[in-house]
């Protein structure tokens, strides 16, 4: 097996990310520093930074289908169609055929899950659930409490819709945070227009319960169970 691929199937990163690794050196096979394109033996020992590779795929052999949770970088589309250069599902080199639940558009980085199993994706993404999504955003001029207080209020239209009421907290000068449960296209980035805000950066750090945590631009994992739960409460048939 390819050792970018072992790394995948670990569900430590994406086999992209896993290139970048073995060729910033960081990556050890039997003590000896990999090179990229590299194939593993039975028993190989790899390490990353030092650190033995551990699989992380939570209850394995147990669930019927995949969850995980990408640190979508900038410039990466939350598509499935593999004619589109940068989309996910390539990025992210899973062996398993997966796709996102919901979008994070191309410009934006952060939290995005992504599943091979179909039947839940609406069942998430339904509003009647009310699953909070977090961001944290840098605009192009100096965040003010009415700014903030408009946001919060609802009732911006977006694509034809009114906005609902929403969380903001100001984060320095120039960012803020916001908590949503609705999902309309571009919805931060257009609310801020409304108001004669540009959106800079824009960062997704959590859905629901699921947080990003510590995974850096690329980096993926599986979702553990009490996420699953909190994601899908109801729902045993993982």
Known sequence: MRLNRHIADTGFTSR??????I????VTVNGL??????????????????????????AKGKRRH????????????????????????????????IFPIGRLDKDSEGLILLTSNGDIVNRILRAENKLEKEY????????TDEFLRAMARGGVPVHGEATL???????????????????????IRLMAAHFGY????????????????????????NLTD???????????DW
Not at 16 to 21: G, P, Q, S
Not at 38 to 55: F, H, P, Q, S, T
Not at 202 to 211: M, T
């Open 136 to 143: 944290l955003v840098a605009v192009n001029h100096a965040v």
């Open 23 to 26: 060729a910033e050196g960081r």
């Open 165 to 187: 009421p929403c969380k903001t907290g100001k984060l320095g000068k120039f960012g803020f945070r916001i908590v949503l449960t609705q999902g309309l296209n571009r919805q």
């Open 33 to 58: 520093r990999a090179r990229v394109g590299a194939e593993l033996g039975e028993g190989d020992d790899v390490r990353i930074d030092g650190n033995k590779l551990e699989a992380r795929l939570a």
């Open 198 to 221: 540009r959106v800079k950066q824009l960062y997704r750090a959590r859905i629901g319960n699921v947080k990003l945590g510590h995974l850096k631009p690329g980096q993926w994992r």
């Open 226 to 236: 009490a996420e699953l739960r909190g994601l899908l409460p109801d729902h045993a």
């Open 66 to 97: 995949t969850y995980i949770v990408l640190h979508k970088p900038v410039g990466i589309t939350c598509t499935t169609d593999t004619e589109v250069k940068g989309n996910i599902v390539d990025f992210v080199g899973h062996q398993q055929r």
């Open 16 to 21: 992209r990310e896993a290139d970048r690794l």
